[in-house]
């Protein structure tokens, strides 16, 4: 997702009151966007999964649905 100038991953929550996006590192806050505001969101793509190496073992995790 590109907002507010910068490229970030970000889960899209749509609520009655408008959309949170909300980050996939809990470092950060959510951020909402209510239907009053006027916000200029763009999205380059999906999340098919991840890949990590820990300690030389590899895991990988697959989104489905």
């Keep these: 997702i590109l907002y507010d100038g910068e490229t970030t991953l970000k889960t899209i929550r749509k609520k009655k009151n408008g959309i949170i996006l909300q980050p996939e590192n ?21 999340l098919v999964g991840k890949a990590w190496k820990k300690e030389g073992n590899w895991g990988v995790i697959f989104r489905t649905g």
């Excluded at 950060?28 to 380059?44: A, L």
């Design 26 to 46: 809990p470092d950060y806050d959510p951020i909402h966007i209510t239907p009053n505001e006027w916000e200029e969101v763009q999205v380059f793509g999906t």
